[in-house]
């Protein structure tokens, strides 16, 4: 205890002293005067004391009040930000056979404030239960395409249908319950490991341990002091653990799995994985992505041959779709060329590789 905390606490002392004291002292007298009884006494006494504490509680729950104030101020500021999208109200159609057509219709799409387009004649249908592979370079409009699917913004022209619907005109809420998603940028939270998982307080504990097996955080799991009660980061535990980008990608992908939606979306799930986990993920996407249908964004352009179908993105548009062999069969373009530069990435130092030849032969 520091000097300054030892003098605070002698002044609360002191307060205490004199505010009891004054009481007790105007029960004395009154007694001495013999205005008042005995038992009355006994009951006077225990009524101090629970004013006292009644009065205390009220001052701690003010002081906390001013505490929190400017985070609370933050916080309803956040909420208060007006939701400009057009929220509809049809109910999706709960379909136990997962039957979700999506359809991208002419779509084009500009970030608020930008000149650029971002997509542009974004034309693409995929059927239900499809694995779609998304490729193309950096900037290109793939996690753009993903954004415009899940909502998050609505297209500047055109339209996305599901089912044949404006997904507009969907309850929004219900709409955003369809997507399971982990995005590039995972964020995770300060809370415990089995939270962030089900993201919710309240869990089934069985499940998130099973998705965090498919997900591939087992062996790390059982490194944890406190398993899915260990608290992440230690912004708010000191006792929390600290997670490399690859482990937040795995426990972003058992959130993602937990969450069981029609459609699950990983934009590139492995970009901060190692080899090892990264060939895990590849090789169990299937039992991953289940009867769901599934939007992969990758630059690891072998893990899209296990996809049904391919769209190139190059500039904002979509300049090829297909699949694996088809799009190399073509010969020339831009997937072809994606997929050579990493060919020949994997064999440097050997003979130069002919461009498509390379896998066809
Ligand atoms: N919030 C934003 N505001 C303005 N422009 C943006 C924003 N986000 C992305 N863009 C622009 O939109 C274009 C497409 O970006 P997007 O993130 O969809 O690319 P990407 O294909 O996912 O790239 P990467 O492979 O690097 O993830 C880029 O030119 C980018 O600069
Ligand atoms: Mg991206």
């Given at each position: 205890m520091t000097f300054r905390q030892f003098l605070s606490r002698l002044a609360d002392l002191a307060v205490i002293l004199l505010r009891d004291g004054a009481a007790y002292a105007v029960l004395i007298v009154r007694a001495v005067r013999g205005g008042?009884?005995?038992?009355?006494?006994?009951?006077?006494?225990?009524?101090?004391?629970?004013?006292?504490?009644?009065?205390?509680?009220?001052?701690?729950?003010?002081?906390?009040?001013?505490?929190?104030?400017?985070?609370?101020?933050?916080?309803?500021?956040y909420f208060?930000?007006?939701?400009?999208?057009?929220?509809?109200?049809?109910?999706?159609?709960?379909r136990d056979d997962n039957e979700y057509n999506v359809e991208f219709k002419d779509v084009s799409f500009r970030y608020p404030n930008a000149q650029a387009w971002a997509l542009r004649h974004v034309n693409l249908k995929f059927?239900?239960?499809?694995?779609?592979?998304?490729?193309?370079m950096n900037g290109s409009g793939k996690t753009t395409f993903i954004k415009l699917l899940c909502r998050l913004y609505d297209p500047t022209e055109g339209v996305i249908l599901l089912n044949g619907v404006d997904?507009?005109?969907?309850?929004?809420?219900?709409?955003?319950?369809?997507?399971?998603?982990v995005f590039q940028d995972v964020?995770?939270?300060?809370?415990?490991?089995?939270?962030?998982?089900?993201?919710?307080?309240?869990?089934?504990?069985?499940?998130?341990?099973?998705?965090?097996?498919?997900?591939g955080f087992e062996r790390r799991e059982s490194t944890l002091p406190k398993g899915l009660d260990t608290p992440l980061y230690k912004d708010?535990?000191?006792?929390?653990?600290?997670?490399?980008?690859?482990?937040?990608?795995?426990?972003?992908?058992?959130?993602?799995?937990?969450?069981?939606?029609?459609?699950i979306i990983l934009d590139e799930p492995t970009a901060a994985l190692d080899p090892v986990s990264e060939y895990e993920v590849y090789s169990h996407f299937n039992?991953?992505?289940?009867?769901?249908?599934?939007?992969?964004?990758?630059?690891?352009?072998?893990?899209?041959?296990?996809?049904?179908?391919?769209?190139?993105?190059?500039?904002?548009?979509?300049?090829q779709t297909g699949r694996h062999e088809e799009l190399l069969a073509a010969g020339g373009g831009k997937y072809c060329g994606?997929?050579?530069?990493?060919?020949?990435?994997?064999?440097?130092?050997?003979?130069?590789?002919?461009?498509?030849?390379?896998?066809?032969?």
């Amino acid at each position: 205890m520091t000097f300054r905390q030892f003098l605070s606490r002698l002044a609360d002392l002191a307060v205490i002293l004199l505010r009891d004291g004054a009481a007790y002292a105007v029960l004395i007298v009154r007694a001495v005067r013999g205005g008042v009884s005995v038992g009355s006494i006994a009951r006077y006494v225990s009524c101090i004391a629970l004013l006292m504490a009644a009065v205390l509680g009220l001052v701690d729950s003010v002081q906390r009040t001013l505490v929190n104030d400017k985070y609370l101020k933050r916080y309803f500021s956040y909420f208060d930000i007006p939701n400009g999208m057009y929220k509809g109200s049809l109910t999706v159609e709960k379909r136990d056979d997962n039957e979700y057509n999506v359809e991208f219709k002419d779509v084009s799409f500009r970030y608020p404030n930008a000149q650029a387009w971002a997509l542009r004649h974004v034309n693409l249908k995929f059927r239900v239960g499809e694995k779609l592979a998304v490729v193309g370079m950096n900037g290109s409009g793939k996690t753009t395409f993903i954004k415009l699917l899940c909502r998050l913004y609505d297209p500047t022209e055109g339209v996305i249908l599901l089912n044949g619907v404006d997904i507009r005109k969907y309850d929004y809420d219900e709409y955003m319950s369809l997507f399971s998603v982990v995005f590039q940028d995972v964020k995770l939270f300060a809370v415990s490991l089995g939270q962030n998982v089900a993201a919710d307080t309240d869990f089934d504990r069985e499940r998130v341990n099973a998705c965090l097996a498919r997900a591939g955080f087992e062996r790390r799991e059982s490194t944890l002091p406190k398993g899915l009660d260990t608290p992440l980061y230690k912004d708010y535990d000191k006792d929390g653990v600290e997670i490399s980008g690859g482990e937040a990608q795995k426990i972003a992908l058992a959130r993602a799995l937990y969450k069981d939606a029609p459609f699950i979306i990983l934009d590139e799930p492995t970009a901060a994985l190692d080899p090892v986990s990264e060939y895990e993920v590849y090789s169990h996407f299937n039992s991953i992505a289940g009867d769901k249908t599934a939007v992969y964004v990758s630059h690891r352009l072998a893990s899209c041959r296990f996809c049904d179908k391919i769209a190139v993105f190059d500039a904002g548009r979509i300049v090829q779709t297909g699949r694996h062999e088809e799009l190399l069969a073509a010969g020339g373009g831009k997937y072809c060329g994606l997929w050579n530069a990493q060919a020949q990435y994997f064999h440097a130092g050997k003979a130069p590789v002919t461009p498509c030849l390379y896998y066809a032969g």
